[in-house]
């Protein structure tokens, strides 16, 4: 027995020191699967193994792709922190020049004009705020549930918000420039001031390069088709407000309207020009709407038509006419702008209730071909032929 015994403990440790020293070999023609010893040692060496070349290279090459990838965080947030100032202070620079001209030429209550700026300049911190939670949480993945554009699931994109912001910047600067164009106070300004006509046409024209700014502060990828989109209604919307802005500059220059005094007399063709150039200052916050949207829409595309074809293009296009026909204006190089807008806002409506129509055609041939398949196929396509 002790004999037994002794053969046993050294099996066993020859076993402990080399386990494969008393594993079965197999035959050279044996095949089909390993034995469950195999593969509980198998898996043991898996397990105990170091981890490989491959698994580690993945892992360094993931860290430096974000540590790529910091450096352009920073230089896009350093981006949009320097447009983000530009906004304030051309918002500040507007907004004061505007109250000192109505300060000092009239005896209108000063603070009611600088609280409007204090309210406009809430309004542009609030909305920086509101569009930099909404990316966190679109980066993170959640919805806002009560959401402005269409409730639960909505999308959170670049532009969320942009348009209130540009609505609040056209409700205070709307009445003060009417204010000072409608009145004796350009006069007053003409004289008296510095820098004249040319300072006030400055300060008016400032809207532009703030919508510049705007675009700029809340836009994210630098190559994306959003981007382009409002570079191009951007554009489209300074050629308006050059064009009305130029028409409103030489009735104030003639003084008297045109060269001869027609039908209708030179007040109504000013009142006329100055408010189409406010009309294409507020143009943008349809178009930015449409760029949060989640999904662009036939209707959006009317809205734009009417707001800057039918409300701007077509209003200048008449002025300009009535200019060169009635009182024997020079023929401006605008009038064949506006011609053209107008045909291709026309157009681009077309193609989308062209296209529109063509989804409806598709939608309905593949609800037909569907019912085909199952046995009551024929019912069921009078049943979608029928709805």
């Known amino acids: ?4 015994f002794a053969k046993d403990n050294r099996k066993a440790s020859r076993l402990a020191g080399n386990p494969s020293s008393d594993l079965p070999s197999p035959s050279p023609g044996a095949a089909g699967p390993p034995s469950g010893r195999r593969e509980t040692r198998a898996s043991w060496e898996d397990g105990v193994r170091p981890p490989t070349t491959r698994t580690m290279a993945s892992a360094d090459s993931g860290q430096a792709g974000s540590a790529a990838d910091a450096p352009l965080v920073a230089a896009s947030w350093a981006r949009s922190l320097l447009y983000k100032v530009l906004c304030f202070l051309l918002l500040v620079s507007q907004g004061g020049l505007l109250d000192f001209y109505l300060i000092a030429f009239t005896d ?10 204090l309210v406009v ?13 909404g990316k966190r949480e679109r980066a ?23 348009y209130l912001a540009w609505l609040v910047h056209v409700m205070a600067f709307t009445p003060k420039a009417a204010l000072v164009l409608e009145t004796s106070i350009l006069d007053l300004v003409a004289l008296q001031v510095p820098l004249g006509l040319t300072g006030f046409k400055a300060v008016i024209l400032l809207s532009a390069p703030l919508l510049f700014c705007l675009l700029n502060a809340v836009a994210e990828d630098l190559n994306g088709a959003i981007r382009h989109r409002s570079q191009s209604c951007f554009t489209a919307t300074c050629l308006d ?6 028409l409103v500059e030489a009735l104030l ?24 150039y406010l009309t294409a200052l507020a143009a943008p916050v349809v178009w930015l709407y449409e760029l949060a949207a989640s999904a662009p829409r036939r209707r959006w595309l009317w809205a734009r038509l009417v707001s800057t074809g039918l409300l701007v293009n077509a209003p200048l296009l008449a002025v300009r006419c009535f200019q060169v026909y009635a009182q024997r ?6 009038m064949f702008k506006n011609v053209f807008f107008l045909a291709c806002g026309a157009l681009e409506l077309s193609e989308q209730c062209v296209a529109a129509r063509a989804r409806r055609r598709a939608r309905f041939s593949r609800g037909v071909s569907e019912n085909d398949m199952c046995p ?3 019912v069921n396509t009078l049943a979608v032929a029928q709805s």
């Open 140 to 162: 993170c993945g959640f919805r806002q549930k009560g959401s402005p554009h269409g409730g639960a699931g909505a999308h959170l994109g670049e532009f969320t918000y942009a």
């Open 376 to 378: 009551h196929g024929y």
């Open 253 to 276: 220059r003639n003084g008297d309207g045109g060269v001869d005094d027609g039908p209708v007399p030179a007040p109504y063709l000013k009142h006329a020009a100055t408010a189409v």
């Open 121 to 133: 300049v809430s309004g542009w911190a609030l909305f920086f705020v509101k569009n930099a939670r």
């Open 329 to 334: 204006g020079p023929v401006s190089v605008f």
């Open 108 to 117: 209108l209550y000063w603070c009611s004009w600088i609280a409007t700026d």
């Open 241 to 246: 407000l050059l064009d009305s802005f130029s």
């Open 1 to 4: 027995m002790i004999a037994d």
